[in-house]
């Protein structure tokens, strides 16, 4: 279970992160809403994944998983550069955070 709090953690991390794009762009109560509630959703989860799980390997695959999201969320959503270099370090995150699931 303290996995999928855990990648449920990084989730809300990128829904933060999509709510501070949209509070720099519109500053709309909305938008304040969807940073502030991803925020304390995923701090909530992580803490109940770091009951379990180690609290090195919590933070590097909630990170991970935020930097991996946000990222693609970026080049996706809002049109930053899909250059194959990006590409292939965020290969290498996901390769790190398999990495680290396979060894806890």
Do not use: H
């Amino acid at each position: 279970m303290a996995w999928a709090y855990l990648i449920l953690a990084g989730c809300f991390e990128v829904l933060g992160v999509i709510g501070m794009n949209r509070v720099i762009k519109y500053k709309t109560v909305q938008s304040y809403i969807v940073l502030v509630g991803g925020f304390i959703i995923s701090f909530s989860l992580l803490s109940l994944a770091m009951k379990t799980l180690p609290m090195g390997v919590s933070y590097a695959v909630w990170t991970g998983i935020g930097t991996v999201g946000g990222t693609l969320i970026g080049m996706f959503v809002y049109g930053e550069s899909k250059d194959w270099k990006r590409l292939l370090f965020i290969g290498m995150i996901l390769a790190g955070v398999v990495g680290l699931k396979l060894t806890s």
